[in-house]
């Protein structure tokens, strides 16, 4: 299989598109550190996932956390091939109501965690020519209502992606970004509570759907991760239905 042997932490891997990812990358041959700060979620995808798969439990903005997973990926699994960072908190509110400790919550959790974690997985990547896929999002690129905080982190996120796919292409690591669009348990939710808002979302996506975290937009993070992707770097590939287009 594609990724027999490989190794891959994925930061909010025990939910929503993380699981996707984490499922698909194992299904693929590969093993898994899913981070995770929700101990349920984490304990369920042991549970499944039994020796494919390894969790760390903890905030991915703080740095030890980041040192524990390359960490376990090292004992566990003799080496780290890829790291996806594609955990992200954040608070949707008209930005004059945006408080320090909104800016403080997408901040950390997008931005200084995607650093963190780029930091702490570096020399392990060098060594295997591994890949990095960080996560964008449409609603940034587009300017989103009641979405600064968020996409302010997100924007930033993908100009240090496209910094470090220059200056860490010499060594041979890729960095990439995925801007997706999925069904998730937060979004369910969401389009239970305003079915209306949800319908005319969907009426607006050219695919007529929202994805699917596993089959729609895991298998685009598992392309990335894999030789297949191997002369792309710094390019943000949009797994969301057609919604948006880069040129
Ligand atoms: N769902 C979408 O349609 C959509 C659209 C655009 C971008 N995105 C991006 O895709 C990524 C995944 O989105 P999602 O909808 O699956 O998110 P989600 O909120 O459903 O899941 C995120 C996971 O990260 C974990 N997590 C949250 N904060 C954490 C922290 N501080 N430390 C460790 N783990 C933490 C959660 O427990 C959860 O398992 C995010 O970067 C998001 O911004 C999603």
Redesign the pocket.
Known sequence: MKLDNQSFIV?????????GITRRLISEGGRVIA????AE?GQRVVEECGDNVRFVK????DPQ?AAAAIAEAVSSFGGLNGLV??????RQKPFLELEEADWALSF???FQ?TLNFMRAAHDELAKTKGSVVN?????AMSGQLGQAS?AAA?EAIRGVSRVLANEWAPEGIRVNIV?????????QAWSEEQPEQYEQTVATIPLAR??D?ETDVAPVVAFLLSSDAQYMTGQTLMA?GGIRKLY
């Open positions: 930061t909010g891997g025990a939910s929503g598109i993380g699981l981070v995770d700060i929700n979620t903890g905030d991915v903005s956390v960072n594609n955990a992200h908190a954040s950390s959790t997008g965690a996560f964008g999002s449409g609603a968020y997100k801007s997706p669009l999925a069904l998730t348990p937060g979004v929202f994805g975290p969301d």
